[in-house]
């Protein structure tokens, strides 16, 4: 069986939530799967120095401009945030919760998660740094919230987000989305036709 893709993102990431909406459809072609890795860039920063890119002079302008731009480009629903960028610890923690559940029936619960909080925040405006919203949104996709927060609130499940992070790093991972393939890193949203024809090639 081929390896799964590997699919770096922080929900903060405007183009890791456009990414999102595609790699599955990649993953299939290819006859892979795709395994979630929840990353905060904010922690990543402090290592590699960067800033959110909005937070820059001329490049910020241009970066909101392309969110836009790249959102219409495949037809996907977006709206920038009005609370931009926010950070998103309880909905990565969740993430983390609902990978390492000895439950299959939570485990499979993580991939609408994933979308239901990408779209909560880049479709419908809701400030998703705040953990009620996000124990909202997971019940809406058939999570029990009240496992949820109990979940999140455990010592083994933030030490897993911070070692998700640590791993990510020692990757070499930078931004968001990162998909790896195989070993191979492809930074962006706008390398995902980079990656389907990597997959289709065997790599160049």
Known sequence: MSKPIDFYFDFSSPYGYLASTRIEEIAEKHKRTVVWHPILLGAIFKVSGQAPLTSYPLKGDYALMDFERAAREYA?????????PVGAVAASRACCWLKTSSDPAIVERLTPFVHAIY????????NISEADEVLAIASSVDIDKDALAAGIAEQPVKDALREAIENAIQLGIFGSPTTVVDGELFWGSDRLDQVDKWLSRGGW
């Not at 996907?76 to 931009?84: A, E, H, I, L, S």
């Open 119 to 126: 779209k909560a925040y880049y479709v419908d405006g809701r």
């Open 76 to 84: 996907t629903p977006f709206k920038q945030p009005d609370v931009f």
